[in-house]
């Protein structure tokens, strides 16, 4: 069987592999990137709503949970979502910002796939689908690989497989076993930006309420996100919940502001001044979506008119509704989770080019590190930052 010779070898053909690739191209190296799925970049098919939330205007080190804070610095500092921008403008691709800094494409994320596919064939990067990992060795000048199609060999390996979220999208932990094999820990993996599931009394006391929508700011530990909370079927969603997702533990509990901005108690004794005739329901049913203003007065608050609440009890609700406590019991797993938190222990990898300090050629980008970004365009940034950095030095 022939074997295919390159310079720089790329497992994973998603955002950070496709990267990686393009960058490694542009400096005339001969690149080869494999991916085992029959599609590439499937993960930005699918990101954003079908729109790509490519990247985030202020992304800084803060926006991401990894073991070492420090270890992304380095990448994002020389591969800054500004330079992302100007080659989504270069390849006049319409974009426009969401919020808080979220920039998204104006019509389709296939337009990011074309982006890179488009650099990488301009670069000489050769990209070949369906095509497995059978075998992985080290050889005198390199690394050897035998695939499904036919024998790879390269100076330098770039691990891009991602991490386990969305197994149906190609997702494996094979960049895990690689990095294992050359000596590398990796830190316990588990769900991110993932919706939280309720079980026995909390679920049944939003039992009906599911569709519900509302901004509330979401607290777990010393994290916290003011965004929109989504009531499900299972527990709670929508991005203020995805993001505290990235914080949350079995056991861990948290606390959610459903009036953001307001004073409860003050806005209360307020009512029962103004008001006090209305059932508490009603004006509650003003200022938050009508079904959950019902079910909290039912179930928490107390449902008769206001001028009833003596201050005690007005406390009380004041409470519960700026700081109300809930206890979820799990996530839903990585069949719907955005990212995968862990993976990679960074401690034994160049912050500056991703190379391995224990096998040198291989190279370690994207999600498969312990770097997991924020909810907002961060992860991509990420995939991107990282990429660069180990095409520029591969
Ligand atoms: P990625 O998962 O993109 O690519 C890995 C590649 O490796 C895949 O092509 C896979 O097939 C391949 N592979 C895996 N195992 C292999 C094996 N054994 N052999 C060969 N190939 C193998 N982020 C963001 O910033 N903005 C957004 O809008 C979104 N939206 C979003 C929506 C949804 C539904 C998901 C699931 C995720 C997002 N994300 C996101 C997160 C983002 O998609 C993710 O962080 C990046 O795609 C990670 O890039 P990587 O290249 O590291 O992995």
Redesign the pocket.
Known sequence: MAVIDSDVLV?????????AALTAGQRGRRVQV????NK?????L????G??????TGTTAANYLSANPHFCKSALARYTPADFIALVEKHRIAYHEKELGQL?CDTSSKAIVRLLLDECAQAGVQVRTD???EAIETIADGWQLRTSNGVYTARSLIV????L??PT????G??YEIAKRYGHSVLPTRAG?VPLTLSGKPLERFDGLSGVALEVEAQCGKASFRNQLLITHRGISGPAILQISNYWQPGKELRLDLLPGTDALTWLQQMKAERGASELRTVLGEILPKRLAQRLCEQWLGDKPVRQFDERQLQTAASLLNDFPLTASGTEGYR????TLGGVDTAKVSSASMESKLQPGLFL????LDVT?W?????????WAS?HAAGQAA
């Open positions: 497992i994973g053909a998603g955002a950070a592999g496709l990267f494999i991916d085992h799925a590439v970049g499937k993960k930005i699918m990101s954003g709503g729109r790509c939330n490519f990247t985030n998204f095509t497995a990992v891009a497989t991602g991490g979220s969305v999208m190609g997702a494996t094979f960049g930006l719907t989770a955005e990212v980008v994207g999600e498969v970004g909810l907002g365009g961060y992860n991509f940034q990420w995939a990429g």
